[in-house]
């Protein structure tokens, strides 16, 4: 059993073994058996920066999802391995983009006549190649932290917010939208959905020259299930509640909802907010029951008691953290997680531009 206490002393003698030569690193959206034995938790742009951060650490072991330990094996030295406990942590958004499609989109555009006019964006949450594809063509990394100032500095590469410049977002439609409608003053309309299920994308070479946004069609199962039926219903409920989403939520949801943020933004407002006050928040659910725990002086309730973890995250659970930190104790290296070679050049040119963004 995860709580069971041979295991966390299991964890705490392994990791006190290894020393300085690990270093755990853990998302917000882990369990709190795992996050315990995190040196450091953050969100993604959070954990990237971190994880370049200890040199002198033989290894990262990596409390997330793939394309996550796959950023950090780019960022890290050659000197380090970076481990994924299970290596069945996937991310279904990012299972969403497949580099033969997202090259075989490139050519749509560059068919229609668009793609000198476009920068591709990717989302962290997307494999190691579409990454390097984002910056061979010149475009960069986002997260959900910065996605505003990253699609501003895309569109000032093509003309500016005024021009006829596009960005070409991928995997996760949602952020991508959000971002543009909600913070940047584009328009649904100049938003298009770029379908890579159907020849030429389902768009005509009239859409594609009249968007900005050219949003691939990926979204998380875990945010894409909150609706503002949920929303409604919470206020109704709890008179007087903050609604408080992640961007990976329906537009809809997003324009019903008080605030919207990554999940250290999140975190910051419940960490700045008015005792006595009630919030609903709309992302992952280990998160959410940590916040609640952690903030008596508030009532935090879950935006809908009917989604739940994101399966992929909760993989990593105690068991698997053992087996990892025991067997680097006993110098083996399991699940290492090594990108291509030329796949990290050129998709450490794209997380560089990111580390690189004002702000
Ligand atoms: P953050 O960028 O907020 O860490 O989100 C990552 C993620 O996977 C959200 O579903
Ligand atoms: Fe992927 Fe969604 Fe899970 Fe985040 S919450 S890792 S986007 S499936």
Not at 23 to 39: K, M, N, P, S
Not at 52 to 65: D, I, N, S, W, Y
Not at 167 to 178: E, I, K, S, T, W
Not at 215 to 235: I, K, M, P, Y
Request: aromatic share 6%.
């Amino acid at each position: 059993a995860p709580d069971d206490p041979g295991l966390v002393e299991r964890a705490r003698a392994a990791k006190e073994a290894l020393g300085d030569r690990v270093f755990v690193l853990g998302h917000h959206y882990q369990r709190d058996e795992v996050i315990q034995f995190a040196d450091v938790t953050g969100d993604s742009f959070k954990l990237a920066r971190e994880a370049a951060a200890r040199p002198q650490a033989e290894h990262v072991v990596f409390c997330g999802v793939h394309f996550m330990a796959e950023s950090a094996d780019i960022l890290t030295g050659d000197h380090q391995t970076v481990v994924l406990p299970d290596l069945a942590a996937g991310c279904s958004m990012a299972d969403m983009a497949a580099i033969e499609q997202v090259e075989e989109a490139w050519a749509v555009l560059t068919d229609a006549g668009v793609s000198a006019r476009t920068v591709p964006v990717t989302y962290m949450n997307s494999t190691a190649a579409i990454k390097a594809f984002t910056g061979r063509h010149g475009g960069t990394v986002c997260t959900s932290s910065n996605a505003q100032v990253a699609l501003r500095w895309a569109f000032e590469k093509v003309g500016g917010l005024t021009g006829d410049g596009k960005v070409l977002f991928m995997p996760d439609q949602h952020l991508g939208r959000n971002t543009a409608v909600e913070q940047l003053g584009l328009t649904l309309e100049d938003c298009v959905v770029f379908d890579p299920r159907k020849p030429g994308g389902g768009l005509t070479v009239a859409e594609l020259e009249a968007a900005r946004m050219i949003l691939w069609r990926g979204h998380c199962s875990v945010h894409g299930r909150f609706s503002v039926q949920n929303v409604t219903d919470v206020r109704s409920r709890v008179p007087g509640v903050n609604v408080l989403v992640h961007p990976e939520c329906k537009n809809e949801v997003v324009a019903a909802a008080d605030l919207v943020g990554s999940t250290e933004f999140i975190i910051r407002a419940l960490d700045a907010a008015e005792p006595g006050s009630a919030w609903a928040i709309g992302t992952e659910l280990n998160l959410v029951r940590r916040l609640a725990a952690t903030h008596p002086e508030l009532t935090v309730h879950y935006l809908d008691s009917t989604v739940c973890f994101c399966s992929t995250m909760n993989r990593i659970d105690l068991p698997h953290l053992v087996w990892t930190l025991e067997s680097l104790v006993e110098g083996r290296v399991p699940n290492r997680i090594v990108v291509d070679p030329e796949d990290a050049r050129w998709a450490r040119a794209a997380l560089d531009q990111m580390l690189a963004l004002p702000g």
